[in-house]
């Protein structure tokens, strides 16, 4: 009876894993459209070198999260058969889906920059 409670447990945590690696995936493409759209006519955040650190800062963390989320959804591509490799595959999926919601934080903590700085400098 044990048995069948936990194939049902894992069955569910490879089901959830995968609407996540789709979440993850969706979050992945939406911010680095969002990056693509913003960086090339993005002006300077003014002449204050310690604002323009913060922004590239940020900016760099969030590519590092990305790319962090990036390698974890690569590495779920492949499923595997034993239920140890299954329990890894299905963390892969969660800490990729973790770094992605960070990196989409981080983009939006650079837009709050950008905003903050446009209204107390213009």
């Keep these: 009876m044990l048995k069948n409670h936990l194939r049902r447990d894992l ?3 490879k089901r959830q894993a ?8 969706a979050v992945l493409a939406v911010v680095l459209g969002a990056w693509l759209r913003q960086l ?7 002449e204050s070198p310690v604002l323009t650190a913060l922004a590239l800062g940020l ?7 990305w ?7 690569s590495r ?10 299954e329990l890894r ?3 892969r999926i969660g800490r990729g889906k973790e770094w992605a919601f960070c990196s989409l ?10 905003f903050v700085t446009a209204l107390v400098l213009g």
């Design 11 to 13: 069955q569910w945590l």
């Design 40 to 46: 090339p006519p993005a002006p300077a955040l003014g």
């Design 105 to 114: 934080g981080v983009y939006v903590a650079w837009h709050l920059l950008r």
């Design 67 to 73: 790319l962090v989320s990036a390698y974890y959804v």
């Design 59 to 65: 900016v760099i963390g969030s590519g590092s999260a």
């Design 89 to 91: 595959w299905v963390s």
């Design 76 to 85: 779920s591509l492949r499923v595997r058969r034993e239920p140890t490799e």
């Design 18 to 25: 995968r609407k996540d690696r789709r979440i993850t995936v």
